[in-house]
Protein backbone atom coordinates (compact mmCIF):
# COMPACT_ATOMS: atom_id res chain seq x y z
CA UNK A 1 0.00 0.00 0.00
CA UNK A 2 1.33 2.80 -0.95
CA UNK A 3 0.82 5.59 1.48
CA UNK A 4 1.82 8.89 -0.08
CA UNK A 5 -1.52 8.03 -2.41
CA UNK A 6 -4.22 7.62 0.72
CA UNK A 7 -4.45 11.44 0.90
CA UNK A 8 -6.67 12.53 -0.79
CA UNK A 9 -9.42 9.65 0.96
CA UNK A 10 -7.96 10.48 4.34
CA UNK A 11 -9.01 14.42 3.57
CA UNK A 12 -12.74 12.98 2.54
CA UNK A 13 -12.52 10.95 5.79
CA UNK A 14 -12.88 8.13 3.17
CA UNK A 15 -10.13 5.56 4.71
CA UNK A 16 -11.64 2.77 6.88
CA UNK A 17 -9.82 2.48 10.79
CA UNK A 18 -7.06 0.45 9.68
CA UNK A 19 -6.02 2.85 6.44
CA UNK A 20 -6.38 5.77 8.77
CA UNK A 21 -4.54 4.65 11.74
CA UNK A 22 -1.49 3.55 8.88
CA UNK A 23 -1.99 7.24 7.27
CA UNK A 24 -1.65 9.03 10.47
CA UNK A 25 1.38 7.60 11.01
CA UNK A 26 2.99 8.11 8.07
CA UNK A 27 1.55 11.70 8.33
CA UNK A 28 3.83 11.99 11.66
CA UNK A 29 6.95 11.32 9.20
CA UNK A 30 5.94 12.96 5.96
CA UNK A 31 6.72 16.78 5.62
CA UNK A 32 5.35 16.67 2.26
CA UNK A 33 1.79 14.95 2.41
CA UNK A 34 1.13 17.07 5.41
CA UNK A 35 1.70 20.44 3.22
CA UNK A 36 -0.67 18.21 0.81
CA UNK A 37 -2.81 18.03 3.25
CA UNK A 38 -3.59 21.49 4.14
CA UNK A 39 -4.30 22.12 0.58
CA UNK A 40 -6.68 18.93 0.37
CA UNK A 41 -8.45 20.40 3.71
CA UNK A 42 -9.37 23.68 2.62
CA UNK A 43 -11.46 21.86 -0.54
CA UNK A 44 -12.96 19.41 1.68
CA UNK A 45 -13.61 22.29 3.73
CA UNK A 46 -15.41 24.34 1.26
CA UNK A 47 -17.26 21.00 0.68
CA UNK A 48 -18.69 21.13 4.18
CA UNK A 49 -20.81 24.38 3.06
CA UNK A 50 -22.05 22.32 -0.25
CA UNK A 51 -24.93 21.00 2.17
CA UNK A 52 -28.12 22.27 3.06
CA UNK A 53 -27.91 24.24 6.55
CA UNK A 54 -31.39 24.52 8.24
CA UNK A 55 -30.88 26.13 11.92
CA UNK A 56 -29.86 23.44 14.63
CA UNK A 57 -32.48 23.00 17.40
CA UNK A 58 -32.58 25.98 19.43
CA UNK A 59 -31.10 23.93 22.64
CA UNK A 60 -28.24 22.98 20.97
CA UNK A 61 -26.07 25.78 21.38
CA UNK A 62 -26.75 26.12 25.84
CA UNK A 63 -25.90 21.26 25.41
CA UNK A 64 -22.82 22.44 24.09
CA UNK A 65 -21.61 25.53 26.49
CA UNK A 66 -23.26 23.41 29.51
CA UNK A 67 -21.13 20.21 28.74
CA UNK A 68 -17.79 22.44 27.95
CA UNK A 69 -18.52 24.22 31.27
CA UNK A 70 -18.34 21.04 33.08
CA UNK A 71 -16.13 19.49 31.43
CA UNK A 72 -13.02 22.19 32.45
CA UNK A 73 -14.32 22.44 36.03
CA UNK A 74 -14.15 18.46 37.05
CA UNK A 75 -11.60 17.97 35.32
CA UNK A 76 -8.63 20.56 35.52
CA UNK A 77 -8.68 22.00 39.20
CA UNK A 78 -6.45 24.77 38.59
CA UNK A 79 -9.06 26.11 35.79
CA UNK A 80 -11.14 25.96 38.78
CA UNK A 81 -9.11 28.30 41.15
CA UNK A 82 -8.81 30.54 37.75
CA UNK A 83 -12.28 30.77 37.94
CA UNK A 84 -12.84 31.58 41.22
CA UNK A 85 -10.13 34.32 41.05
CA UNK A 86 -11.92 36.01 38.12
CA UNK A 87 -15.44 35.64 40.19
CA UNK A 88 -13.82 37.31 42.81
CA UNK A 89 -12.07 40.09 40.67
CA UNK A 90 -16.09 40.67 39.15
CA UNK A 91 -17.44 40.87 42.90
CA UNK A 92 -14.31 43.50 43.47
CA UNK A 93 -16.12 45.50 40.30
CA UNK A 94 -12.74 45.37 38.48
CA UNK A 95 -12.98 43.53 35.33
CA UNK A 96 -10.38 41.38 34.36
CA UNK A 97 -9.09 42.27 30.80
CA UNK A 98 -8.56 39.87 28.17
CA UNK A 99 -6.05 41.69 24.98
CA UNK A 100 -5.85 39.94 21.80
CA UNK A 101 -3.11 41.26 19.57
CA UNK A 102 -3.15 40.18 15.90
CA UNK A 103 -0.69 40.36 13.14
CA UNK A 104 0.60 38.38 10.11
CA UNK A 105 4.26 38.60 9.93
CA UNK A 106 5.91 38.55 6.66
CA UNK A 107 8.55 35.42 7.65
CA UNK A 108 10.24 33.25 5.03
CA UNK A 109 9.17 30.56 4.00
CA UNK A 110 4.90 31.82 3.85
CA UNK A 111 3.17 34.86 6.32
CA UNK A 112 2.48 33.66 9.85
CA UNK A 113 -0.91 34.63 11.77
CA UNK A 114 0.55 35.59 14.99
CA UNK A 115 -1.93 36.06 18.00
CA UNK A 116 -0.88 37.84 21.47
CA UNK A 117 -2.67 37.33 24.14
CA UNK A 118 -2.64 39.91 27.32
CA UNK A 119 -4.29 38.90 30.30
CA UNK A 120 -4.74 41.61 32.77
CA UNK A 121 -5.73 40.91 36.29
CA UNK A 122 -7.56 43.02 38.91
CA UNK A 123 -3.93 44.45 39.97
CA UNK A 124 -3.03 45.53 36.45
CA UNK A 125 -0.04 42.50 36.21
CA UNK A 126 -0.51 40.49 33.42
CA UNK A 127 0.62 37.70 31.32
CA UNK A 128 1.39 37.64 27.45
CA UNK A 129 1.38 34.31 25.68
CA UNK A 130 2.17 34.79 21.61
CA UNK A 131 1.15 31.81 19.70
CA UNK A 132 2.39 31.70 15.35
CA UNK A 133 5.86 32.70 15.89
CA UNK A 134 8.85 30.61 14.97
CA UNK A 135 11.38 29.66 17.77
CA UNK A 136 13.93 32.53 18.21
CA UNK A 137 16.80 32.35 15.97
CA UNK A 138 20.12 30.93 17.38
CA UNK A 139 21.83 33.89 19.56
CA UNK A 140 18.15 35.90 19.29
CA UNK A 141 15.30 36.32 21.91
CA UNK A 142 11.76 37.36 21.67
CA UNK A 143 11.50 40.58 24.32
CA UNK A 144 8.14 41.83 25.29
CA UNK A 145 7.56 45.82 26.16
CA UNK A 146 4.94 47.76 27.63
CA UNK A 147 4.96 50.91 26.54
CA UNK A 148 2.69 53.37 28.68
CA UNK A 149 0.39 56.11 27.11
CA UNK A 150 1.58 58.96 29.04
CA UNK A 151 5.36 58.40 28.40
CA UNK A 152 5.13 56.28 25.12
CA UNK A 153 8.66 54.97 25.94
CA UNK A 154 9.19 51.05 25.65
CA UNK A 155 10.04 49.69 29.11
CA UNK A 156 11.40 45.83 28.97
CA UNK A 157 8.73 43.71 30.55
CA UNK A 158 10.06 39.85 29.59
CA UNK A 159 11.75 37.82 27.73
CA UNK A 160 10.71 34.29 26.09
CA UNK A 161 11.98 32.10 23.31
CA UNK A 162 9.64 30.49 21.51
CA UNK A 163 5.53 29.95 20.62
CA UNK A 164 2.91 29.21 23.42
CA UNK A 165 5.23 30.31 26.28
CA UNK A 166 3.68 32.06 28.87
CA UNK A 167 5.29 35.02 30.01
CA UNK A 168 4.58 37.08 33.31
CA UNK A 169 4.92 40.56 32.46
CA UNK A 170 7.61 42.62 34.95
CA UNK A 171 5.49 45.30 36.47
CA UNK A 172 2.09 46.48 36.14
CA UNK A 173 0.27 47.28 32.60
CA UNK A 174 -1.29 51.04 32.64
CA UNK A 175 -4.55 51.93 30.97
CA UNK A 176 -4.52 52.60 27.72
CA UNK A 177 -0.72 50.89 27.24
CA UNK A 178 0.64 48.99 24.65
CA UNK A 179 2.43 45.34 24.87
CA UNK A 180 4.35 44.86 22.22
CA UNK A 181 6.75 42.03 21.13
CA UNK A 182 10.28 41.92 19.18
CA UNK A 183 13.17 40.23 18.64
CA UNK A 184 15.85 41.05 20.08
CA UNK A 185 19.68 39.51 20.96
CA UNK A 186 20.13 37.51 23.50
CA UNK A 187 20.02 37.70 26.49
CA UNK A 188 17.83 40.87 25.74
CA UNK A 189 18.26 44.52 25.49
CA UNK A 190 16.97 47.64 27.80
CA UNK A 191 15.17 49.50 24.50
CA UNK A 192 14.14 47.98 21.59
CA UNK A 193 16.47 47.83 18.17
CA UNK A 194 13.78 46.39 15.98
CA UNK A 195 10.38 46.76 14.69
CA UNK A 196 7.79 45.28 17.01
CA UNK A 197 6.18 42.00 15.41
CA UNK A 198 3.10 42.37 17.47
CA UNK A 199 1.35 44.56 19.33
CA UNK A 200 -1.54 44.84 21.70
CA UNK A 201 -3.05 47.82 22.95
CA UNK A 202 -4.76 47.64 26.31
CA UNK B 1 6.47 57.14 19.60
CA UNK B 2 8.09 54.11 18.16
CA UNK B 3 5.45 53.39 15.21
CA UNK B 4 3.88 49.76 16.13
CA UNK B 5 2.51 49.62 12.83
CA UNK B 6 5.26 49.77 10.51
CA UNK B 7 6.25 45.57 10.62
CA UNK B 8 2.49 44.51 9.95
CA UNK B 9 2.95 43.13 6.18
CA UNK B 10 1.02 45.61 4.08
CA UNK B 11 -2.26 43.53 3.97
CA UNK B 12 -5.50 45.22 3.26
CA UNK B 13 -7.04 45.41 6.59
CA UNK B 14 -9.65 42.89 6.78
CA UNK B 15 -11.48 44.27 10.09
CA UNK B 16 -13.31 46.90 11.05
CA UNK B 17 -14.16 48.93 13.90
CA UNK B 18 -17.52 49.78 15.46
CA UNK B 19 -17.64 52.85 13.04
CA UNK B 20 -17.16 50.44 10.10
CA UNK B 21 -13.17 52.00 9.80
CA UNK B 22 -10.59 49.86 8.84
CA UNK B 23 -8.51 48.30 11.36
CA UNK B 24 -4.98 47.23 10.96
CA UNK B 25 -4.02 44.26 12.20
CA UNK B 26 -2.16 44.16 15.33
CA UNK B 27 -4.01 47.41 16.50
CA UNK B 28 -7.12 44.89 17.41
CA UNK B 29 -8.20 44.68 21.57
CA UNK B 30 -10.97 43.55 22.93
CA UNK B 31 -12.27 42.83 26.50
CA UNK B 32 -13.82 39.38 27.45
CA UNK B 33 -17.49 38.66 25.51
CA UNK B 34 -16.65 41.26 22.86
CA UNK B 35 -15.43 39.11 20.43
CA UNK B 36 -17.53 39.61 17.82
CA UNK B 37 -14.70 41.20 15.35
CA UNK B 38 -12.22 38.65 16.59
CA UNK B 39 -10.75 36.08 14.03
CA UNK B 40 -11.60 32.69 14.21
CA UNK B 41 -7.81 31.62 14.73
CA UNK B 42 -7.78 34.03 17.91
CA UNK B 43 -11.50 32.43 19.15
CA UNK B 44 -9.81 28.86 19.20
CA UNK B 45 -6.97 30.71 20.77
CA UNK B 46 -8.96 31.97 23.55
CA UNK B 47 -11.11 28.92 23.72
CA UNK B 48 -7.74 27.08 24.71
CA UNK B 49 -7.41 29.01 27.52
CA UNK B 50 -10.90 28.34 28.60
CA UNK B 51 -13.00 31.18 27.05
CA UNK B 52 -16.31 29.96 27.25
CA UNK B 53 -17.56 32.70 25.56
CA UNK B 54 -14.99 32.19 22.36
CA UNK B 55 -16.85 28.70 22.14
CA UNK B 56 -20.18 30.13 22.29
CA UNK B 57 -18.69 32.56 19.11
CA UNK B 58 -17.20 29.80 17.27
CA UNK B 59 -20.77 28.14 17.25
CA UNK B 60 -22.24 31.23 16.86
CA UNK B 61 -19.92 31.40 13.15
CA UNK B 62 -20.11 27.65 12.33
CA UNK B 63 -22.96 25.79 14.59
CA UNK B 64 -25.14 25.88 11.72
CA UNK B 65 -22.71 25.08 8.69
CA UNK B 66 -21.95 22.10 11.31
CA UNK B 67 -25.17 21.21 12.03
CA UNK B 68 -25.86 20.90 8.26
CA UNK B 69 -22.83 19.08 6.84
CA UNK B 70 -23.80 16.42 10.01
CA UNK B 71 -27.16 16.40 8.81
CA UNK B 72 -26.46 15.78 5.33
CA UNK B 73 -24.15 13.11 6.12
CA UNK B 74 -26.12 11.22 8.60
CA UNK B 75 -29.87 11.71 7.58
CA UNK B 76 -31.53 11.85 11.39
CA UNK B 77 -31.82 15.21 13.23
CA UNK B 78 -30.46 13.40 16.38
CA UNK B 79 -27.48 11.80 15.15
CA UNK B 80 -26.68 14.97 13.69
CA UNK B 81 -27.20 16.71 17.14
CA UNK B 82 -24.97 14.25 18.92
CA UNK B 83 -22.04 14.48 16.34
CA UNK B 84 -22.17 18.43 16.43
CA UNK B 85 -22.33 18.64 19.96
CA UNK B 86 -19.15 15.76 19.79
CA UNK B 87 -17.17 17.64 17.07
CA UNK B 88 -17.66 21.37 18.91
CA UNK B 89 -16.02 19.55 22.53
CA UNK B 90 -13.79 18.24 20.49
CA UNK B 91 -12.75 21.67 19.44
CA UNK B 92 -12.97 22.60 23.42
CA UNK B 93 -10.37 19.63 24.30
CA UNK B 94 -8.21 19.95 21.63
CA UNK B 95 -8.12 23.79 20.62
CA UNK B 96 -4.59 24.12 22.24
CA UNK B 97 -3.55 21.43 19.61
CA UNK B 98 -4.25 23.44 16.36
CA UNK B 99 -1.98 24.89 14.32
CA UNK B 100 -2.83 27.86 12.22
CA UNK B 101 0.07 27.79 9.55
CA UNK B 102 -1.96 24.27 8.52
CA UNK B 103 -4.76 25.78 7.73
CA UNK B 104 -8.01 28.09 8.97
CA UNK B 105 -9.84 27.31 12.16
CA UNK B 106 -13.21 26.91 10.36
CA UNK B 107 -11.90 23.88 7.95
CA UNK B 108 -10.60 22.51 11.66
CA UNK B 109 -13.76 22.94 12.95
CA UNK B 110 -15.77 21.40 9.80
CA UNK B 111 -13.20 18.46 9.67
CA UNK B 112 -13.91 17.22 13.59
CA UNK B 113 -17.58 17.33 12.48
CA UNK B 114 -17.41 15.61 9.37
CA UNK B 115 -15.24 12.77 10.89
CA UNK B 116 -17.52 12.45 13.49
CA UNK B 117 -20.46 12.42 11.62
CA UNK B 118 -18.45 9.55 8.94
CA UNK B 119 -18.03 7.87 12.17
CA UNK B 120 -21.64 7.68 13.45
CA UNK B 121 -22.62 6.92 9.86
CA UNK B 122 -20.44 3.66 9.49
CA UNK B 123 -21.41 2.51 12.70
CA UNK B 124 -25.21 2.53 11.94
CA UNK B 125 -25.27 -0.89 10.50
CA UNK B 126 -28.92 0.32 8.62
CA UNK B 127 -26.68 2.18 6.50
CA UNK B 128 -25.10 -0.69 4.65
CA UNK B 129 -28.19 -2.13 3.05
CA UNK B 130 -29.05 1.53 1.59
CA UNK B 131 -28.61 2.11 -2.06
CA UNK B 132 -26.22 4.69 -2.76
CA UNK B 133 -29.06 6.98 -4.04
CA UNK B 134 -29.40 8.42 -0.45
CA UNK B 135 -25.89 10.09 -0.97
CA UNK B 136 -27.48 12.53 -3.29
CA UNK B 137 -28.04 16.17 -2.44
CA UNK B 138 -31.81 16.55 -0.30
CA UNK B 139 -34.55 18.74 -1.17
CA UNK B 140 -33.59 21.90 0.47
CA UNK B 141 -37.13 23.06 -0.36
CA UNK B 142 -38.40 24.72 2.93
CA UNK B 143 -35.84 25.20 4.74
CA UNK B 144 -35.16 28.85 5.71
CA UNK B 145 -31.26 29.16 4.97
CA UNK B 146 -29.08 31.64 6.38
CA UNK B 147 -28.05 34.34 3.02
CA UNK B 148 -24.62 33.51 3.69
CA UNK B 149 -24.64 30.14 3.53
CA UNK B 150 -27.13 30.29 0.68
CA UNK B 151 -24.34 32.16 -1.26
CA UNK B 152 -21.77 29.38 -0.08
CA UNK B 153 -23.91 26.25 -1.20
CA UNK B 154 -24.77 27.28 -4.61
CA UNK B 155 -21.12 28.36 -4.71
CA UNK B 156 -20.11 25.01 -3.72
CA UNK B 157 -22.70 22.95 -6.09
CA UNK B 158 -21.78 25.18 -9.48
CA UNK B 159 -18.24 24.22 -9.00
CA UNK B 160 -19.67 20.60 -8.17
CA UNK B 161 -21.67 20.34 -11.42
CA UNK B 162 -18.49 21.22 -13.54
CA UNK B 163 -17.05 18.43 -12.48
CA UNK B 164 -16.66 15.49 -14.91
CA UNK B 165 -20.01 12.69 -13.53
CA UNK B 166 -17.28 10.20 -12.37
CA UNK B 167 -15.33 12.37 -10.09
CA UNK B 168 -18.58 14.47 -8.50
CA UNK B 169 -20.48 10.96 -7.81
CA UNK B 170 -17.26 9.58 -6.45
CA UNK B 171 -16.59 12.65 -4.52
CA UNK B 172 -20.17 13.31 -3.14
CA UNK B 173 -20.87 9.55 -2.48
CA UNK B 174 -17.44 9.58 -0.52
CA UNK B 175 -17.71 13.25 1.45
CA UNK B 176 -21.74 13.25 1.84
CA UNK B 177 -22.91 9.44 2.03
CA UNK B 178 -19.10 8.36 4.32
CA UNK B 179 -18.68 5.48 2.00
CA UNK B 180 -14.99 4.61 2.44
CA UNK B 181 -12.74 4.05 -0.53
CA UNK B 182 -12.72 0.25 -0.28
CA UNK B 183 -16.98 0.03 -0.14
CA UNK B 184 -16.93 3.03 -3.12
CA UNK B 185 -14.62 0.31 -5.45
CA UNK B 186 -16.93 -2.95 -4.56
CA UNK B 187 -20.13 -1.29 -4.73
CA UNK B 188 -19.31 0.62 -7.82
CA UNK B 189 -17.92 -2.11 -9.96
CA UNK B 190 -14.38 -0.16 -9.71
CA UNK B 191 -10.90 -0.77 -9.19
CA UNK B 192 -9.85 0.95 -6.25
CA UNK B 193 -7.05 2.60 -7.89
CA UNK B 194 -9.92 4.02 -9.97
CA UNK B 195 -11.47 5.34 -6.97
CA UNK B 196 -8.06 6.98 -5.59
CA UNK B 197 -7.37 8.74 -8.84
CA UNK B 198 -10.80 9.92 -8.83
CA UNK B 199 -10.68 11.52 -5.65
CA UNK B 200 -7.19 13.15 -6.34
CA UNK B 201 -8.75 14.40 -9.53
CA UNK B 202 -11.88 15.29 -8.50
CA UNK B 203 -10.62 17.26 -5.72
CA UNK B 204 -7.63 18.86 -7.30
CA UNK B 205 -10.21 20.07 -9.80
CA UNK B 206 -12.63 21.54 -7.05
CA UNK B 207 -9.71 23.74 -6.24
CA UNK B 208 -9.42 25.48 -9.24
CA UNK B 209 -12.92 25.90 -9.92
CA UNK B 210 -13.67 27.32 -6.34
CA UNK B 211 -10.55 29.84 -7.10
CA UNK B 212 -11.72 30.99 -10.48
CA UNK B 213 -12.09 34.67 -10.46
CA UNK B 214 -15.19 36.33 -9.92
CA UNK B 215 -15.81 33.60 -6.88
CA UNK B 216 -15.04 35.09 -3.43
CA UNK B 217 -11.47 33.78 -1.79
CA UNK B 218 -12.75 33.88 1.57
CA UNK B 219 -14.66 31.37 3.41
CA UNK B 220 -14.32 33.70 6.73
CA UNK B 221 -17.97 34.25 7.77
CA UNK B 222 -18.86 38.04 8.46
CA UNK B 223 -22.41 37.63 9.70
Given at each position: M????????YA??A??A?????Y??????????R????E?????G?L????A???????????I????A????NV?????????????A??A??A??????LA??A????????????K????RR?T????????????????A??????T??P???G???GPGE?VRL????PRH?VV?V????????????????????? | ??????A???????????????????E???????L???????L????A??????L??L??R?????????LRV??????????????F????R?A??F?P????????I??L?H??????V???QR??S????????P????????????L???RV?????R????QR??????Y???????EL??R?????????S???SG?????????E?G?????????
Amino acid sequence: MDLHDLTSAYALDALDADETEAYERHLAQCEQCREQLAELNETTGALAFGAASPAPPPGLRSAILEAAAAERTNVVPLLRRRRLARGLAVAAAVAACVVVGLAVWAFRPGPRHVVAVVKIGPTRRATLTVTGLPDAPHGKIYEAWVIPARTGKPRPAGLFAGPGESVRLRGAVPRHAVVAVTLERAPGVPAPTSAPIITANT
Amino acid sequence: MWNAVAAHSPERPDRFDSLNRPVAAGEYRVVSRQLAHLSDEALVLLAARSEESALAELYDRYGRAAYGLALRVLRDQALAEDAVQDAFLGVWRTASKFVPERGRASTWILTLVHRRAVDVVRREQRRRSESLDHATEPSVEGVEEDAWLRLQRERVQSALRRLPDAQRETLELAYYGGFSQSELAERLGQPLGTIKSRMFSGLSRMRELLEEPGTEKSWTSTT
